[in-house]
């Protein structure tokens, strides 16, 4: 953990935020994720996260809906927004909240400034 100390939130964190508006369709997020190489997108209204779309919601939608998932909103079939975290936050805390989340909205006041998941944690700590 010595190591992972060193690193700060605006090191490891993805500054570009790929979000979407909630009545955007699930064919647009499909193709985000496809694009972006991402598997969860948040759910952004006014520029605060209401929710959260990820491969498990679009499962679950078709599961239930069938190939009309496609034309569904993100309002329809999102969960519960990320939780967010300042960008002042000590990294223990972010390795901490990652055990139980597999993404954190960076934030500086209202402001979103980046998403750190699981994986970005993965790549710094193996990486120094």
Do not use: C, F
């Not at 599961?63 to 009309?68: L, S």
């Amino acid at each position: 953990m010595k190591e992972v100390r060193k690193l700060t939130i605006d090191k490891i964190m993805t500054d570009t935020v790929i979000g979407v508006d909630p009545e955007k369709t699930v064919d647009h997020i499909r193709k985000l994720m496809i694009e972006y190489a991402i598997s969860q997108v948040p759910v952004i209204e006014n520029g605060k996260p209401i929710g959260m779309v990820s491969e498990e919601e679009i499962v679950k939608a078709y599961k239930k809906y069938g190939k009309n998932t496609k034309n569904l909103p993100a309002r329809e079939i999102m969960r519960e927004p990320p939780q967010t975290v300042s960008i002042n936050d000590k990294i223990e805390k972010i390795v901490d909240l990652l055990h139980e989340n597999p993404v954190l909205l960076v934030t500086e006041g209202e402001e979103i400034k980046g998403i750190i998941t699981r994986a970005d944690i993965v790549y710094w700590t193996l990486d120094m």
